[in-house]
């Protein structure tokens, strides 16, 4: 069974540093990885895909990469700003079929 | 686009009786998605459907659970009889697919509150 894991599980920094989020998973026989951004009572916001044939994508401010043999993806922020605190979730993909397996997530605070 | 639209935004309901939720998917996704979201546990997948048929639902909690796609822009998740226990925020999220999988997009969710 796929367990995805996000560590840490908050983080504060202060604005412009830039950060690094983690996730690793269990099963490596992923299809895709797909990074979220959840605002506090608000729905999911998609970041970044990452198709399993693909090591990184890059949006922005936003570079997500895939390590499939180690079973880790990390999603770097750069120059953080205070609107990008929220919670970060990532979610692995087991197959053709666009079911998605979800961390716990990263409460980010970026402090002014 | 309006993206993936829920209603009602948020739902209160005593114990027993019976809920509906409803959402309406992006126009032209093939693929349906329902989850939910607690502290305890952390966003579940319940049931997902590919072109109106539902394709897993070994997430459903149990029977109380039901969830219908008449049409490629119409889902409900019913509960009935609702339990304390069901409350929590429920999310719809839709995707396309082509032969890649793409991203799901996900509505603003309805806050269940049992009591």
Redesign the interface.
Known sequence: KQEVTQIPAALSVPEGENLVLNCSFTDSAI??L?W?RQDPG?????LL?I?SSQREQTSGRLNASLDKSSGRSTLYIAASQPGDSATY?C?V?GG??????????TLLAVQP | DAGVIQSPRHEVTEMGQEVTLRCKPISGHDYLFWYRQTMMRGLELLIYFNNNVPIDDSGMPEDRFSAKMPNASFSTLKIQPSEPRDSAVYFCASSRSDGLVYEQYFGPGTRLTVT
């Open positions: 299809y895709n797909q979220f608000k729905g999911l916001t998609s895909l198709q979730l979610a993909g053709a079929t666009n079911k998605l397996i979800f961390g716990t997530g």
